[in-house]
């Protein structure tokens, strides 16, 4: 892989990680709601699974989507579907007494922050962008370099995101302000769901 072509794949992996998505939506109402601390097993989840995605699908799973293109359409609309389900979990994870210091409920597991990404829609979309853009003849190689790309890339971009929910939390100190910002972010991660239903 050449330098120019590593400068563009860090470019794209940084822009397409920092850039509002169900990841980062759900990250920051997991720092409002639970703060950095608890949440950290979720951002390893998010920035080691899609790392893994990307190698699993480089090593040939892209192939087997090719052959069979009604499984993309499968986990598309059972994406949508999950995705719509969360958002209805962060909208009501608002603490039901005035007195809870934290909402309710828990932030999501290692396991579970991984596994999400095999029905993230952006996640896929970056990954089989990655995949096709900056890997010439798909080698193991170049495919363990786009995925510690992103890996390097995402961690950081999705902790800015918790970060930026916990800092949120110093005017979210009532039910009321928290129940509110919980329900923008359900609203905003059914919003980044638009792109994908109209075929982006």
Request: proline share 6%; aromatic share 12%; net charge positive.
């Amino acid at each position: 892989m050449t330098y120019e072509l590593i400068v563009a794949l860090i470019g794209f992996a940084f822009v397409s990680s920092i850039t509002p998505g169900p990841n980062n939506m759900m990250l920051m109402a997991s720092g409002a709601n639970f703060g950095i601390r608890r949440s950290i097993p979720h951002i390893l989840g998010v920035g080691l699974g899609h790392s893994f995605m990307i190698v699993v699908l480089g090593a040939g799973l892209v192939q087997v989507f090719d052959t069979f293109p009604i499984m993309l359409v499968v986990m598309k609309w059972g994406s949508v579907a999950y995705l719509i389900y969360l958002s209805w979990k962060i909208a009501n994870a608002a603490p039901k007494s005035p007195d809870a210091p934290e909402a309710e409920g828990k932030p999501l597991t290692f396991f579970q922050a991984a596994a999400f990404q095999w029905v993230n829609p952006k996640g896929w979309f970056m990954a089989l962008t990655a995949i096709s853009a900056y890997t010439a003849d798909h080698s193991f190689g170049q495919v363990l370099l786009v995925a510690l790309t992103f890996m390097c890339t995402n961690l950081p971009s999705i902790f800015f995101w918790n970060a930026l929910g916990q800092q949120a939390r110093r005017f979210l100190n009532n039910q009321g302000r928290l129940r509110a910002f919980n329900i923008t972010m359900a609203v905003l991660l059914v919003l980044t769901l638009i792109p994908i239903i109209r075929g982006h």
